[in-house]
Nanobody, 123 residues
Framework: VQLQASGGGLVQAGGSLRLSCAAS????????MGWFRQAPAKEREFVAVISPSGGTTNYASSVKGRFTISRDNAKNTVYLQMNNLKPEDTAVYYC?????????????????WGQGTEVTVSS
């Protein structure tokens, strides 16, 4: 699976962005997908995960209620809608694919990664 993330940018606090992650590979619809982020001088952290069908999702407590993960298997694309952004959301955001349908909350659980897209939230 090859992943290409896009949609990052500079936004003011309280604003919104939608990230996209386009996947290639015929097993996309069989894999759980996740979003992670990494702020400067910090470790990569879990943001959200979605099941292969899109019917089940889970979020980090820091983004719950503000971010929404979704997917369109016909387009081989997973999305992260980010609302009410805060300066502490500033990071490089990565999409990642698992090799199966199970959920994972550690970067070590994901063998496939996109290149990252930068999100900067100004106060």
């Amino acid at each position: 699976v090859q992943l290409q993330a896009s949609g990052g940018g500079l936004v003011q606090a309280g604003g919104s962005l939608r990230l996209s992650c386009a996947a290639s590979g015929r097993t996309f619809s069989s894999n759980s997908m996740g979003w992670f982020r990494q702020a400067p001088a910090k470790e990569r952290e879990f943001v959200a995960v979605i099941s292969p069908s899109g019917g089940t999702t889970n979020y980090a407590s820091s983004v719950k209620g503000r971010f929404t993960i979704s997917r369109d298997n016909a387009k081989n694309t997973v999305y992260l809608q980010m609302n009410n952004l805060k300066p502490e959301d500033t990071a490089v955001y990565y999409c990642a694919a698992k090799s199966d349908y199970s959920f994972g909350y550690s970067p070590r659980n994901y063998p496939y990664w996109g290149q990252g897209t930068e999100v900067t939230v100004s106060s």
